[in-house]
């Protein structure tokens, strides 16, 4: 249970600003058709993040818990640190596809997902716990969590959000995270 929730509780932090969740209010404006956006959003996220699952159970594998540990713990610190430089969103991005609602964003989100904070997250927990199953799903809950407001209520509320207020309070929790594994490793060492 304990890697399901940090899974989606850093994938819900992380996604806060991000580019994936600018190109659902994109695609969310732009087609305003909630549910296959949504549709879209979930599969390329199971398939984003079971690949960097497996990558990240590989790496598990491969090192003693100290330094997974160390790696995980450092690697919130910095995607917290990554945080404070939000990111925007291209206006050609989005899909301006004819293909359907669904495939557009399910390809363009899958891309855009490449080497995204949240798919370096999925990696660095799975490598981290030992739960696979639990890890993605945690990180695919958290990524729809993050995601589903802003299909839903798009255009209503995204000149509100303090998104400065939100890009802190988050990176203040990522490292906050990263400081558990840190300690974690450390208590290995001991």
């Known amino acids: ?6 899974s989606l509780s850093t994938v819900t932090l992380a996604e806060m600003g991000d580019r994936t969740q600018l190109l659902s209010l994109l695609l969310a404006t732009r087609f305003r058709k909630p549910w296959p956006i949504l549709a879209g959003v979930l599969v390329a ?3 984003n993040h079971a690949v960097a699952g497996v990558i990240g159970v ?3 594998h491969q090192l003693r818990p100290a330094i997974l540990d160390a790696a995980v713990g450092i690697s919130m610190v910095g995607m917290s ?9 291209d206006e050609n991005d989005g899909g301006r596809s004819h293909r359907g609602i669904f495939l557009t ?6 891309i855009a997902e490449i080497g995204d904070k949240t798919q370096i997250a999925t990696i660095a927990l799975a490598a981290g716990y030992s739960s696979l199953f639990a890890v993605v799903a945690g990180t695919t809950c958290g990524m729809l969590a993050a995601n589903v407001p802003v299909v839903f209520l798009g255009n209503a509320f995204a ?8 890009h802190y309070t988050t990176t203040i929790l990522l490292i906050g995270i990263g400081a558990v594994f840190i300690y974690r490793a450390i208590s290995h060492w001991s």
């Open 1 to 6: 249970m304990e890697a399901f929730l940090v």
């Open 58 to 60: 590989w790496i598990g």
């Open 159 to 166: 000149g509100r959000l303090p998104m400065r207020a939100i």
């Open 105 to 110: 964003t399910l390809a363009a989100f899958f």
């Open 81 to 89: 640190l990554w945080m404070l430089k939000p990111d925007k969103l």
């Open 45 to 47: 996220t199971l398939a």
